[in-house]
């Protein structure tokens, strides 16, 4: 028998609702970053990728050198055209290094956190 269209969207919420209660604000964070870089950076095949990559090899997320992989990506394809970024890239970029450096530092999640209130 197949489930009609509300029921499968009904299992579909349940499930995402459930997988995003499971995460701690630490892990959020991480893949709330990633989501944007796969949409705002849409034009940059490599960013996307990389990305991506990471959201489907999930202990990618919690690796510095992730971290310090997709930040130097995304430097190299903002490099040349510098003086035209807007300024948000800027702060993504500085953000990915706040999150390279927290794996570093021994109580994660108060680092992120304290990066985060500037």
Same mark, same amino acid.
């Given at each position: 028998?197949?489930? *009609? ?13 459930? *997988?995003? !209660? ?34 489907? @090899? ?39 290094? *706040? ?6 530092? @021994?109580?994660?999640? !108060? ?6 209130? *500037?």
């Amino acid at each position: 028998m197949i489930k *009609g269209k509300k029921v499968v969207l009904a299992d579909l919420y349940n499930s995402l609702k459930t *997988g995003i !209660e499971k995460l701690n604000p630490f892990d959020c964070a991480l893949y709330l970053t990633l989501i944007i870089l796969i949409i705002e950076r849409a034009d940059y095949q490599s960013i996307v990728l990389v990305s991506s990559i990471a959201v489907i @090899v999930r202990p990618l997320v919690h690796s510095a050198a992730y971290w310090i992989v997709i930040l130097l990506i995304f430097l190299v394809v903002h490099w040349q055209p510098w003086y035209s970024v807007a300024n948000h890239h800027y702060l993504q970029a500085y953000w990915m290094m *706040g999150i390279a450096i927290c794996f570093v530092h @021994v109580r994660r999640e !108060e680092a992120l956190r304290h990066r985060a209130d *500037g």
